[in-house]
Every structure is written in structure tokens, then in C-alpha cells.
């Protein structure tokens, strides 16, 4: 397969053009032929023009690629390798919501024939891909796994924001279902990939490996939620207290913050999900997750004491939230905990302003029923900065003095503005 890739005789499919697919097919397309597809018209429309809607690439990664975009999933048929990269997500139970993989896994069953590949990279739990996705083809295709067609699963790796580990230069895990699909598909992967690969044991190991990445991220954050926590009923300043303990060499630096996005806040309850099904209730994860969760409402249960210990009735009171997205320097909403935090502001009947450089108004509107301003006022009992987007680094005393009124308090998630740089100041700050 991956000589006939390489004289393109062969052509590469990326089913699901987002933050991980559209990457990964524009590098493919400047060594292989590459279709990309689709279900999003208006996507696959900027596509065309050399726009990527997700704002991480610019028109640059589009030259010199051999790609075509599409709707049309007839247009696969002639794909003999197939890449499957659609977002997983939860309900609003927890509960994971598989419905974009098994629509993709369905569109490759229409289109895939014998001799061919298909590599999955979404997240998933271990078994999803053997258990849920590949009974999806075989369904519509008639086909049989290592009989008639070959797969495998290669777990994204790309962090939204990120300029200097981008794609080609992260270490990527493949593994197929049988010796020769790995082989192939390492063959494949290793192309592109400068970074090389690491050839897992089999599709299982690699799906697992993926979805601890991030439930261990999630676990060490939770502990330093709950620090932060601590820490506030001590009065304790909980930045110096990690800082001083990093100067130890083995302690492992993580921060307390809003735990969202598609990643982190989400992949741990897949595993969770795969546990109990096998009767296990995960009792450490599940612990960080409450926690994470949590945050949320622990911050704005502080700023609401913060605003009476004044004298001031939160409900006469107006805030002004900067940054919405999940994290800093992107544009993607997706899961996004500042979200939560605006809405339990709102149980306190709080008047909230939200802007973000970042953000779309409209998908912001759509996504959580909340309207961007596009005026930032001077009469703010409160500022919270919640996402740490380059535009907010240089911000100064002066600045949020002119925008609070007497007796002001500014809330810094992200530390952006602690050691020492808010001493001189005429309202309160506060952060995590």
C-alpha cells in the first residue's frame, strides 16, 4: 500500500477536516494524492479558497498540496487508504457521544473495497475502534477485517494553539490489526511524521495510550484545583506555593485553571465510561473530574463573597469576562468552562459583559446562547480574566482601574498579573 501511496496509484482519504484532520491531510498532500471530506459545506467551501475555518493554519499550508475537498463521499471511492478524523464528544449525561465516528465509519463502509486501509485518530476507549467502528463497515461494505480490507488506529496528537509542536514534529503512536497493516501504516505515517513513530502492540495499547494522556493531564490539574482551593481557606498565595515546591527536580509543574475543551475535559470520561461497562467504578479519575467541574462554581461563589464582604448586592452588580475559548491564542469554543462560569454568574442575576479577540460571535450565540460585546464599558464591579490570549499580557493597573468602579475586584485565572505585579493598585485581586 504504501509504495502504491507513494507513485500515487493510490489515494489517501481524511474523513473530517477540524482542528486534527485538516493538518494531517494538507501533509499527506504534499507527498501523496489526497482527497478530504467533509460534511460541512461552508467548511469545505473556505477549504477551497485556501482558508482553514479553524484558524490554525494559514494559506501557506495549503500550497503545493495534492488534495481535493469534498462533500461527496462517492468522490472516496476512488481512496484506497482511509483516514478517519471526526471530534468525539460527551452528552449532556457524561456519556460518550459516538455518533460523528459511526457516521464516518459509515461513509467509509459505503466506499471502502477490497485491498484497502482505514486508520482511525479519533479518541475513543479502548475497543471502540474493533468493537464500534470497524462492525460499521463491514455492515455496509460486506467486507471482513484482515481478510478483504486492513486497519488500524493512529491517535492525534495536535495542541490547538501551538506553534512549535505542530504535527509533523510530535512523536505519533501507530498500530494495526495485524503485522502487515502495521507495518504499512507505519510506513505511511512515518513519511510525514520527522518526529518518527512508535509502533504499538496493537490497536488496544494504542487506543489506551491515548486516552491516559489526557485523563493524566486531568488528574494532575484536579490536584491542583483542590490545592488552590485549600490553599484560598488558608490565605495562602497558591502561585508561591507551587513555585517554591517545583524547585524541587521531580515535582511535576501542573496549575490550577478551568479544565474545558475537547480533549482533557472530555477523553477521561470515555475511559470511565469503558470501565463500568466492565463493572469497575473508577474511583481516582472520576474524583478529578468532580473536581475539575467544580471550578467553575468555586470561582464564582468566591467573587460573589468578594462582592458582599463589600456591601455590594451581586445582583446590581456588572462583570466583565475576557476570553471565552478553552484555551489561549485559539479560536475554538468547544467545552468551553468560561462558558459554565458566565452561566453561574447568571444564577446571581450578575449583569456579564464577554469579549474574546478569538471567539466567533455567531458560533459563541449558537453554541451557548451568549452575545460577545463588541463595547468594553468603564463601570465594572469586577473583571474576570479567565484565558490568557496574548492580547491581555501587557495589561496594566491602569488599565483595569479605568474600567471598575470604586472598590473593584479583578479575578486572574491565569495568573497573568501576580508577582508583585498588582501591588500598587486601587482594587482588589485575586487569583487561583
Not at 82 to 97: L, S
Not at 207 to 214: L, S
Amino acid at each position: 500500500m504504501y509504495q502504491k501511496l507513494l507513485r500515487k496509484e493510490s489515494k489517501i482519504a481524511v474523513v473530517g477536516l477540524g482542528y486534527v484532520g485538516l493538518p494531517i491531510a494538507l501533509e499527506f498532500a504534499k507527498h501523496f494524492s489526497v482527497i478530504g471530506f467533509d460534511i460541512n459545506q461552508g467548511r469545505v467551501d473556505l477549504m477551497k479558497q485556501g482558508i482553514d475555518p479553524s484558524k490554525e493554519l494559514d494559506s501557506a499550508a495549503f500550497e503545493n498540496t495534492d488534495i481535493e475537498f469534498t462533500t461527496d463521499v462517492e468522490i472516496m471511492r476512488t481512496a484506497n487508504f482511509f483516514v478517519v478524523a471526526v471530534p468525539t464528544d460527551i452528552n449532556e449525561h457524561k456519556v460518550p457521544d459516538l455518533t460523528p465516528l459511526l457516521k464516518a465509519s459509515e461513509s467509509v463502509g459505503k466506499v471502502i473495497k477490497k485491498g484497502d486501509y482505514v486508520v482511525f485518530e479519533s479518541t475513543v476507549y479502548p475497543g471502540c475502534t474493533e468493537e464500534d467502528c470497524l462492525p460499521r463497515i463491514e455492515e455496509l461494505s460486506g467486507l471482513k477485517r484482515n481478510v478483504d480490507y486492513k486497519f488500524g488506529y493512529s491517535p492525534e496528537r495536535i495542541n490547538p494553539g501551538d506553534k512549535e509542536k505542530t504535527l509533523t514534529t510530535i512523536l505519533k503512536i501507530v498500530s494495526g490489526g495485524d503485522e502487515e497493516s502495521a507495518e504499512q501504516i507505519d510506513k505511511v505515517y512515518s513519511h510525514i511524521i520527522t518526529a518518527g513513530t512508535h509502533r504499538a502492540s496493537s490497536v488496544k495499547v494504542a487506543e489506551a495510550a491515548k486516552v491516559i494522556e489526557n485523563t493524566q493531564r486531568d488528574l494532575n490539574i484536579s490536584l491542583m484545583n483542590e490545592l488552590a482551593i485549600i490553599f484560598d481557606k488558608m490565605n495562602i498565595d497558591t502561585q508561591e506555593v507551587l513555585k517554591a515546591a517545583g524547585t524541587k527536580w521531580n515535582f511535576l509543574k501542573f496549575f490550577p485553571g478551568l479544565v474545558g475543551g475537547h480533549c482533557i475535559g472530555v477523553d477521561p470520561y470515555y475511559l470511565m465510561h469503558k470501565s463500568k461497562q466492565l463493572g469497575y467504578d473508577p474511583q481516582v479519575i472520576a474524583a478529578g473530574r468532580r473536581i475539575n467541574d467544580h471550578m467553575p462554581a468555586f470561582i464564582v461563589k468566591k467573587l460573589v463573597q468578594m462582592l458582599i464582604q463589600k456591601g455590594k448586592n451581586p445582583s446590581e452588580c456588572k462583570v466583565l469576562v475576557k476570553g471565552i475559548t478553552f484555551k489561549e491564542n485559539v479560536s475554538d469554543i468547544r467545552n468551553s468552562k468560561v462558558a459554565t462560569l458566565i452561566k453561574e454568574l447568571m444564577e446571581y442575576s450578575v449583569a456579564v459583559d464577554v469579549v474574546d479577540p478569538y471567539a466567533s460571535p455567531e458560533e459563541v450565540e449558537h453554541e451557548y446562547k451568549i452575545q460577545l460585546t463588541s463595547e468594553i464599558k468603564d463601570n465594572y464591579d469586577a473583571i474576570i480574566v479567565a484565558v490568557s490570549h496574548n492580547e491581555y499580557e501587557g495589561l496594566n493597573n491602569h488599565y483595569f482601574s479605568s474600567k471598575m468602579v470604586k472598590e473593584g475586584i479583578l479575578i486572574d485565572l491565569k495568573g497573568m498579573y501576580g508577582n508583585g505585579k498588582m501591588k500598587e493598585k486601587d482594587f482588589e485581586y485575586w487569583k487561583l
